[in-house]
Nanobody
Framework: EVKLVESGGGLVQPGGSLRLSCDAS????????MTWVRQVPGKDPEWISM?????????YYADSVKGRFTISRDNAKNTLYLQMNSLKTEDTAVYYC????????????????????WGQGTQVTVSS
């Protein structure tokens, strides 16, 4: 059974930092592209970052978080991370990790065309 458990969210002031974790089980973590998405109630999910399998480890970011967020993975621990710095109020959302099942990639870009969320997410609130 695939299981993804997100943690690390919370309340932080603008300009602050948080590190999210996603503990994975039930599949061979190192062989799967992983992604973070976020969602605000009433809005569509927003893709924010993706990391390729351990064979390349390449990372990709949405423009909205590029330069502020860093995605990483520890395949020995079956854990995905998202380091979030310089947080803004518009980063407030529920954050989910997900397994990627289809991608759209070009010379200098790549994003998940299809992904699947398995967990409950973790709430991030950026407010003063």
């Amino acid at each position: 059974e695939v299981k993804l458990v997100e943690s690390g969210g919370g309340l932080v002031q603008p300009g602050g930092s948080l590190r999210l974790s996603c503990d994975a089980s039930g599949f061979t973590f190192g062989t799967v592209d992983m992604t973070w998405v976020r969602q605000v109630p009433g809005k569509d999910p927003e893709w924010i970052s993706m990391i390729a399998t351990s064979s390349t480890g390449r990372t990709y970011y949405a423009d909205s978080v590029k330069g502020r967020f860093t995605i990483s993975r520890d395949n020995a621990k079956n854990t995905l991370y998202l380091q979030m710095n310089s947080l803004k109020t518009e980063d407030t959302a529920v954050y989910y990790c997900a397994t990627v099942t289809n991608t759209h990639c070009g010379t200098n870009f790549c994003y998940p065309r299809e992904y699947r969320r398995w967990g409950q997410g973790t709430q991030v609130t950026v407010s003063s």
